[in-house]
């Protein structure tokens, strides 16, 4: 996937996060893994590899409160290891989750 392709996915799963957190489905502490990383969407002079690993969080995370919502296992749902990730990463611009 190139680079811009992947922003704008990052930038689609930041607007399903925003839906999960407004219905409850998720909670802050629930994209906590992602928001360590402080890559968001509009970091665009982040390199590809970032914003992969912080599609890749997003989407586990997302995975993970769309499953236990509908009452399903969820410990069977690949990539978890990326939500106890410690990165340090420099911050960039903003990110639009931080303000729900």
């Given at each position: 996937?190139?680079?811009?392709?992947?922003?704008?996915?990052?930038?689609l799963?930041?607007?399903?996060?925003?839906?999960?957190?407004?219905?409850?489905?998720a909670?802050?502490?629930?994209?906590?893994p992602?928001?360590?990383l402080?890559?968001?969407?509009?970091?665009?002079?982040?390199?590809?590899?970032?914003?992969?690993?912080a599609?890749?969080?997003l989407?586990?995370a997302?995975?993970v409160?769309?499953?236990?919502?509908?009452?399903r296992?969820?410990?069977?749902?690949?990539?978890?290891?990326?939500?106890?990730?410690v990165?340090?990463?420099?911050?960039?611009?903003?990110?639009?989750?931080?303000?729900?």
């Open positions: 996937m190139r680079k811009n392709e992947l922003i704008h996915l990052h930038t799963l930041v607007e399903i996060a925003g839906d999960f957190l407004e219905r409850g489905i909670t802050r502490d629930d994209l906590e992602y928001h360590r402080n890559i968001g969407p509009m970091a665009l002079r982040s390199c590809r590899d970032d914003h992969e690993l599609v890749r969080t989407s586990t997302l995975a409160c769309a499953a236990r919502d509908l009452g296992e969820t410990s069977t749902i690949p990539g978890q290891h990326l939500l106890g990730l990165t340090e990463v420099e911050p960039t611009d903003s990110d639009p989750l931080r303000s729900h």
